[in-house]
């Protein structure tokens, strides 16, 4: 994932392009908001038994990854995520 956000692997401008809104907060395949007054990139998924979620801040140079063997059930892993972000940076 890091590779995604350096030079080595996307050109500045299509990084830019990855990560810019253009509707409702949806880039090219990610989600860019704001969580606990940061800039956040998001991205979830998932199919039959598995889902997960992405969040990187990247000011922080924080990522956090949350995968899980169940599709069901709270909390999810867009929770899991925050929560963890959140012991992360003291919020």
């Known amino acids: 994932y890091e590779g995604l956000f350096n030079d080595k692997l996307l050109s500045v401008k299509s990084r830019e392009l ?3 809104p253009n509707k409702n907060n949806y880039a090219y395949g990610l989600v860019v908001g704001q969580l606990f ?3 956040q ?3 979830s998924g998932g199919i039959n038994g598995f ?3 992405l969040l990187r801040l990247p000011t922080e140079k ?3 990854v949350v995968l899980r063997n169940t599709d ?3 909390p ?3 929770k ?3 929560a963890l972000a959140a012991i992360a940076l003291g919020e």
Do not use: A, D, F, K
């Open 80 to 82: 899991v995520s925050q």
């Open 72 to 74: 069901g059930g709270e």
């Open 76 to 78: 999810g892993p867009v």
């Open 51 to 53: 889902s997960s979620h």
């Open 41 to 43: 990139i998001n991205h």
């Open 37 to 39: 007054n940061r800039q």
């Open 62 to 64: 924080l990522t956090v």
């Open 18 to 20: 990855m990560t810019t």
